[in-house]
């Protein structure tokens, strides 16, 4: 009797706390879909949902098959987005009104498209370049551009479900990614013939794309492994926002809750990259760096991380969007002494915003980086003192614990308190995102060089986003440690 009286007891217990649980998941859910109703309104960019090729078939059509069906996906978005907007609709500010300066289709050149860029003379490799989430093949044109001048053919996909309309995003998932990826690798052998050095550069998203087709090749045992791993603010790790996204999206199963299926509704008046952001984008982020993550330590387990090329990354030590502790716990310390650096890119500690730092701000990097010796290098850009304006390079080799440091012909902006995770790949002369845009290139909008001043809710955008750095003023330096890896340019013919 006692033990039944027990049991008894125990099981109201469980029964009041799944009642319990219950109750403040489905107050969750009731609170997100009322707060969901606030804001704008959804458009037809968000509720199309384009028909990109199946994985399946990405593989099979091969690099041209790609570019063909992505000029009918292109061609199908005019004809239902931009040549039926609403008159509320046709407007400077839309990217989808063919009216618009930035509209893509009428500037010099669409980089929302997949490209190749060809080198002067014979190639001498080739390199894939793989955007990261909301953007497009826009982002790593900076770079490919300098592989191209290098000898290199430099190949970047529009990676599926970018470069179109925001609503492709709520039905893509990263497997598709990773189709786009293994057929750009395809082309990219193909072009650069039997033996020749291949790269992978991936920036955000793309650069988890990247490791994991790295890491597919070397459990395949792959004869043709690619050489190079270049990372731009690697997604290895997001917040523990994103595990969980999903459930922020259920109350959209009810029509009336459509816009619960969006972490954020913005105007679209980038041209090379969505403002909005759907639920399932952070979804198959944190499924992709979940399932890398998971790949990594078990091959790092097993001893079998040996025949992964050296990897070069470089990353912000402030970065809102993807966790810089990840790139080090969940990558760098799983990596083999195969020769691997690590660039990381200081807050400014000479600004005048100095006492606005907060506690944590300008103690991450040590609290980031494990005590050495290492099996791979560190190379910090700093000034390390209120008093030290111009920017030094200090680096820790492999196996070593005593720091080299060097100064740089480079200073910190000094209205720039850090860097940001959008920033790395763009200079400063960048016509769309740069601090000092290139006069020769227009692409409807500078987004770079906006200082805005005024009253709260006046703009029709988010300050956060104008605020944010999205020029990289150390581009130079990380252009020219990408280049010493590059083959020397051949001769022009």
Same mark, same amino acid.
């Given at each position: 009797?006692?033990?039944?009286?027990?049991?008894?007891?125990?099981?109201?217990?469980?029964?009041?706390?799944?009642?319990?649980?219950?109750?403040?998941?489905?107050?969750?859910?009731?609170?997100?879909?009322?707060?969901?109703?606030?804001?704008?309104?959804?458009?037809?960019?968000?509720?199309?949902?384009?028909?990109?090729?199946?994985?399946? @078939?990405?593989?099979?059509?091969? !690099?041209?098959?790609?570019? =063909? #069906?992505?000029?009918?996906? &292109? *061609? $199908?978005? /005019?004809?239902?987005?931009?040549?039926?907007?609403?008159?509320?609709?046709?407007?400077?500010?839309?990217?989808?009104?063919?009216?618009?300066?930035?509209?893509?289709?009428?500037?010099?050149?669409?980089?929302?498209?997949?490209?190749?860029?060809?080198?002067?003379?014979?190639?001498?490799?080739?390199?894939?370049?793989?955007?990261?989430?909301?953007?497009?093949?826009?982002?790593?044109?900076?770079?490919?551009?300098?592989?191209?001048?290098?000898?290199?053919?430099?190949?970047?996909?529009?990676?599926?479900?970018?470069?179109?309309?925001?609503? @492709?995003?709520?039905?893509?998932? !990263?497997?598709?990614?990773? =189709? #786009?990826?293994?057929?750009? &690798? *395809? $082309?990219? /052998?193909?072009?650069?013939?039997?033996?020749?050095?291949?790269?992978?550069?991936?920036?955000?998203?793309?650069?988890?794309?990247?490791?994991?087709?790295?890491?597919?090749?070397?459990?395949?045992?792959?004869?043709?492994?690619?050489?190079?791993?270049?990372?731009?603010?690697?997604?290895?790790?997001?917040?523990?926002?994103?595990?969980?996204?999903?459930?922020?999206?259920?109350?959209?199963?009810?029509?009336?809750?459509?816009?619960?299926?969006?972490?954020?509704?913005?105007?679209?008046?980038?041209?090379?990259?969505?403002?909005?952001?759907?639920?399932?984008?952070?979804?198959?982020?944190?499924?992709?760096?979940?399932?890398?993550?998971?790949? &990594?330590?078990?091959?790092?387990?097993?001893?079998?991380?040996?025949?992964?090329?050296?990897?070069?990354?470089?990353?912000?030590?402030?970065?809102?969007?993807?966790?810089?502790?990840?790139?080090?716990?969940?990558?760098?310390?799983?990596?083999?002494?195969?020769?691997?650096?690590?660039?990381?890119?200081?807050?400014?500690?000479?600004?005048?915003?100095?006492?606005?730092?907060?506690?944590?701000?300008?103690?991450?990097?040590?609290?980031?980086?494990?005590?050495?010796?290492?099996?791979?290098?560190?190379?910090?850009?700093?000034?390390?003192?209120?008093?030290?304006?111009?920017?030094?390079?200090?680096?820790?080799?492999?196996?070593?614990?005593?720091?080299?440091?060097?100064?740089?012909?480079?200073?910190?902006?000094?209205?720039?308190?850090?860097?940001?995770?959008?920033?790395?790949?763009?200079?400063?002369?960048?016509?769309?995102?740069?601090?000092?845009?290139?006069?020769?290139?227009?692409?409807?909008?500078?987004?770079?060089?906006?200082?805005?001043?005024?009253?709260?809710?006046?703009?029709?955008?988010?300050?956060?986003?104008?605020?944010?750095?999205?020029?990289?003023?150390?581009?130079?330096?990380?252009?020219?440690?990408?280049?010493?890896?590059?083959?020397?340019?051949?001769?022009?013919?």
């Amino acid at each position: 009797m006692p033990v039944r009286r027990l049991f008894g007891w125990g099981g109201r217990q469980v029964r009041r706390a799944l009642i319990l649980v219950g109750a403040c998941l489905l107050t969750l859910l009731v609170v997100r879909a009322w707060d969901s109703q606030r804001g704008a309104p959804l458009e037809a960019w968000h509720i199309l949902v384009p028909r990109e090729l199946p994985r399946e @078939a990405i593989e099979e059509a091969g !690099w041209n098959g790609y570019l =063909a #069906a992505e000029e009918r996906l &292109l *061609r $199908e978005m /005019r004809e239902t987005v931009s040549r039926r907007l609403d008159p509320k609709d046709r407007i400077p500010l839309n990217r989808y009104f063919e009216g618009s300066p930035a509209y893509p289709a009428h500037l010099p050149r669409d980089w929302n498209r997949s490209y190749v860029l060809e080198p002067e003379g014979p190639a001498q490799g080739a390199a894939v370049f793989l955007h990261g989430l909301t953007d497009s093949p826009y982002s790593l044109r900076h770079l490919a551009r300098r592989y191209a001048a290098r000898g290199f053919v430099a190949i970047a996909p529009r990676l599926p479900a970018h470069g179109t309309v925001p609503g @492709a995003l709520t039905a893509v998932e !990263w497997e598709d990614w990773m =189709a #786009a990826t293994r057929m750009a &690798l *395809r $082309e990219a /052998r193909r072009r650069a013939g039997p033996g020749a050095p291949v790269h992978l550069v991936g920036f955000s998203n793309g650069a988890a794309l990247a490791l994991m087709q790295a890491l597919d090749m070397l459990e395949a045992g792959d004869p043709e492994p690619v050489t190079r791993i270049v990372l731009v603010s690697p997604m290895v790790g997001v917040t523990a926002f994103a595990r969980f996204a999903r459930l922020a999206g259920l109350p959209a199963v009810f029509p009336a809750f459509a816009k619960a299926a969006w972490l954020s509704i913005s105007p679209e008046f980038n041209p090379f990259k969505y403002n909005s952001f759907p639920v399932n984008g952070a979804r198959q982020s944190w499924l992709l760096t979940d399932v890398l993550q998971q790949r &990594l330590a078990r091959l790092a387990r097993e001893g079998r991380l040996g025949p992964l090329p050296p990897v070069l990354t470089f990353q912000s030590v402030m970065d809102a969007t993807v966790s810089t502790a990840a790139v080090l716990d969940g990558l760098y310390a799983r990596l083999p002494a195969n020769g691997s650096e690590l660039v990381l890119f200081d807050i400014n500690r000479a600004t005048r915003l100095g006492p606005l730092f907060r506690p944590a701000s300008e103690t991450a990097l040590e609290r980031l980086l494990p005590p050495p010796p290492r099996r791979y290098r560190v190379t910090v850009l700093s000034n390390r003192s209120p008093d030290e304006a111009g920017m030094a390079e200090e680096s820790l080799a492999a196996g070593e614990t005593a720091p080299r440091r060097q100064p740089l012909e480079l200073d910190y902006p000094p209205d720039i308190y850090s860097l940001s995770h959008i920033a790395l790949p763009f200079p400063v002369t960048d016509a769309l995102y740069g601090l000092k845009p290139d006069p020769e290139e227009d692409f409807g909008i500078r987004l770079g060089d906006i200082a805005p001043r005024g009253e709260r809710n006046t703009l029709v955008v988010d300050l956060d986003s104008l605020l944010r750095v999205s020029s990289n003023p150390f581009f130079p330096y990380l252009i020219g440690r990408v280049e010493e890896g590059i083959a020397p340019a051949p001769p022009a013919r």
